[in-house]
């Protein structure tokens, strides 16, 4: 009986000593996370750590928005995406995404970023108010405004490349986009990207990844 007694004793103690060990872990797993939680917040409340990427509803680029997208989620940077209507927006190649917010619902000092992605269907925002408005009210705002492909002709008629040099996509048989950036006073550059100030343009999908990593570079400096 004695035996059976200081065995049960031993358990418990042994039992309690393996809590009492264990459980500066388990306070600091704890306190990791929480730490790990409150960064979170922080970095989704800054708004350098928040972008907007503008897609067209139907013929976006498809690869220039995932990748643009990639590389700045790869820094920590928050990205939302928005479109002219709510819905399931469609890429060139079949990529789709489900837009919760259009031009009207962004308000623009609560993200470090605007940025326009290309594909056929921008063609359709060049003309569009709300767009011209979206990118003035960053410049006004002091964003980082970025657009890719056909996008920087957007910017071009919304009146905010005057004076700045810029790209954009063109061909030998179609240059009706560089003449839009010099209509809108930009200054032209044959570059793949140009970044001047806090605006950064890119001429196509093959260097959606530098253009990506070149607006995170700009947002956390």
Known sequence: MKTKISNGVNKKWLGGLIIFLL???????????????????????????RAVLVVAFQGFQDFEYQTTKDALEGLNIK????????????????????IEKT??????ERFGAVVFIGGPGA?????????????????????????I??????????????????????SPLDRETIEILKKGQAEYIDQSV???????????????????????ELLLK
């Open 23 to 49: 459980m500066p872990i388990f306070l600091t797993a704890c306190s990791l996370q929480e730490k790990g939680e409150e960064q979170n917040m922080l970095l989704e409340s800054n708004p350098n750590h």
């Open 79 to 98: 990205t939302t995406t928005i479109s002219s209507k709510i819905g399931e927006a469609i890429g060139k190649f079949g990529q789709s995404v489900n």
């Open 103 to 108: 031009f009207s619902d962004i308000e623009v």
């Open 123 to 147: 063609a359709d925002y060049i003309e569009d108010d709300s767009a011209h408005q979206l990118a003035r009210q960053a410049i006004e705002k002091d964003k980082v405004l970025g657009a």
């Open 149 to 170: 492909c056909l996008a920087p002709a957007i910017l071009a008629k919304a009146g905010v490349l005057q004076n700045k040099k810029a790209t954009v996509w063109s």
């Open 194 to 216: 140009v970044v001047d100030g806090r605006i950064v343009t890119a001429n196509g999908p093959m260097v959606a990844e530098d253009f990506g990593k070149r607006i995170g």
